[in-house]
């Protein structure tokens, strides 16, 4: 169901307590009309009229509402990724600090087309606050798009690099075509709903725009609530919305080849330990290099290469421990 009304009104409404698994939403970003064109650097041909724009005076004011709205709604454990300009980003920041939103990552979307200027940086990028409503385990689909096992050309992890949060996605060029003033890329949008959701999972936008959200959680095999104050872009977009197959991008999925790291998670026993030991030696005095060793122990036994790497380091240097692994 969408609904063409003020978000703040329409969740009060029509969206009971903990009844939504994701939210993915882009809300206005508090500058004016001209500045905005500039902002996304394109001609205004082939834009929808209407879009609604929050008075800066007002935007502290309608965050705190809305994200409130949003925080209620979702069940426990459920997600949101709220994507942000810099501009207003700080009462986007307070907000969430006012509700009991659990940070996850604050991610960076860089893309392409940044808006030009000679006098300062260009600005090309975006951030996403990814924030989850504590309660129950949140979904994370942690091999959504690569298994445990797989490199890229120069030997690193694809699963890793993919799970960084620096994310370099283009936006869509879309010459010609009706579109809304910022347009999230189907790019972005699956990746967030694969990794925060599952089939049938319920994913609202509160600022539906061009209903993209919306559109790829119905071809994600999704369903899909939203709001938006636009009655030009919302009567546009709610027909077009009725073409789309649900789950019709399942099938464009690339297959995920299984895992071979089965004991992840599991505790060692001693003889493990003393066989690992005993392999990287083996292996450092045939002349792989450290990080080769850990790969190839990590196959062998099944295990993550940070902890194959603990059980090296709290043998060959004093100071074991992986500091770089966060339990959030
Ligand atoms: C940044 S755009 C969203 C773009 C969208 N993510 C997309 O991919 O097309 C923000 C949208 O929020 C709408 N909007 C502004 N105030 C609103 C409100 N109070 N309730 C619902 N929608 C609102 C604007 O008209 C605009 O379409």
């Avoid at 329409?10 to 939210?23: F, Q, V």
């Avoid at 006098?119 to 996403?128: L, N, T």
């Avoid at 010459?175 to 049938?200: R, T």
């Avoid at 066989?275 to 045939?286: G, H, Q, R, T, W």
Wanted: aromatic share 12%; with cysteine; net charge positive.
């Amino acid at each position: 169901m969408f609904y063409n009304c003020d978000c703040i009104e329409g969740a009060k409404k029509y969206l009971p307590d903990n009844s939504i698994d994701l939210i993915i939403t882009d809300p206005p970003y508090g500058i004016d009309g001209n500045k905005l064109d500039k902002h996304y650097n394109r001609n205004e041909n082939n834009v929808i009229e209407g879009y609604v724009e929050i008075p800066k005076s007002e935007y502290a004011d309608f965050t705190e509402k809305w994200i409130g709205q949003a925080e209620r709604v979702l069940k426990p454990g459920g997600s949101i990724y709220i994507v942000s300009g810099y501009t207003n980003l700080r009462h986007i920041l307070n907000s969430l600090a006012n509700t009991k939103l659990i940070e996850k990552n604050h991610i960076i979307w860089k893309y392409n087309f940044g808006v030009y200027t000679s006098k300062k940086f260009i600005s090309s990028h975006y951030h996403i606050l990814y924030y989850v409503k504590p309660g129950e385990k949140p979904t994370f689909n942690t091999f959504a798009f690569y298994s445990d096992s797989e490199k890229s050309a120069n030997g690193g992890s694809l699963n890793y690099q993919d799970r960084e949060d620096v994310w370099i996605i283009n936006r869509e060029y879309k010459p010609g075509k009706i579109k809304n003033k910022n347009e999230l890329p189907k790019a972005l949008l699956s990746k967030m709903i694969l990794y925060s959701s599952n089939p049938n999972d319920l994913i609202c936008d509160f600022f539906l725009g061009s209903f993209a959200t919306a559109k790829v959680a119905i071809a994600l095999g999704r369903k899909a609530r939203g709001f938006e104050i636009n009655s030009d872009a919302f009567l546009y977009q709610i027909k077009q919305i009725k073409n789309i197959q649900p789950g019709c991008m399942l099938d464009e999925l690339r297959e995920v080849p299984p895992n071979k790291m089965t004991n992840r998670g599991k505790s060692f026993n001693s003889n493990e330990i003393i066989n690992i030991l005993k392999d990287f030696k083996i292996l450092i005095n045939s002349g792989q290099t450290k990080k080769s060793a850990i790969n190839s122990l990590s196959e062998k036994y099944g295990r993550g290469y940070w902890s194959i790497l603990k059980i090296i380091d709290g043998t060959t240097n004093k100071s074991s421990g992986n500091k770089n692994i966060d339990t959030n």
